[in-house]
């Protein structure tokens, strides 16, 4: 996936309106099919789109492969806005996806230093590594997303 922050003039996007253009069809279309479904179903369709077992996705999201099972399969468990930002960096998923995510969650971003750094997080570094994002967050002393992630620091 390609970020498109930088690209500042005409110069700068070509070649890139194609990929542009193909990132807005498919989450578009992504966006369609995950519409009716509530958070667990959701889940499951990016998995499947992004062609991603639990256990990829536990490497790339730092998230448990329990815990993935369990937020994949009950619409009662606990989504935190830290599931949201790791699965969503795990899957590589632009702000507009992320956002109904969060949103099928039943999750609000307030105006607070955290979560505008889980935004600003959604925004710019969806298609960085889980690793990348907890280092940023670790350097002026937020925790790390997700337990998995913090056990691996204390290693």
């Known amino acids: 996936m390609i ?3 930088n690209l500042s003039s005409k110069s700068d996007c070509q070649g890139h309106d194609t990929a542009f253009q193909a990132v807005i069809e498919w989450a578009t279309a992504t966006n369609k099919a995950i519409a009716p479904l509530d958070f667990p179903d959701a889940l499951h369709y990016l998995m499947k789109d992004r062609k991603m077992t639990v256990e990829h996705l536990e490497e790339v999201s730092l998230i ?3 815990t993935i099972i369990r ?3 009950d619409p009662e468990y606990g989504v935190t806005r830290e599931h949201i930002v790791a699965l969503s ?3 590589t998923l632009p702000p507009v996806i992320s956002s109904e995510l969060l949103r099928k969650a039943g999750l609000v971003m307030r105006n607070t230093t955290l979560d505008n750094t889980y935004r600003m997080i959604l925004c710019m570094m969806y298609s960085s590594t889980i690793e990348t994002v ?3 967050l670790i350097s002026p002393g937020i925790s790390p997303l997700t337990r998995l992630a913090a056990r691996n620091l204390r290693r």
């Open 71 to 73: 937020l994949s399969n």
């Open 3 to 5: 970020l498109f922050s």
């Open 64 to 66: 448990s492969t329990r």
């Open 134 to 136: 907890n280092d940023l």
């Open 89 to 91: 960096v795990g899957l």
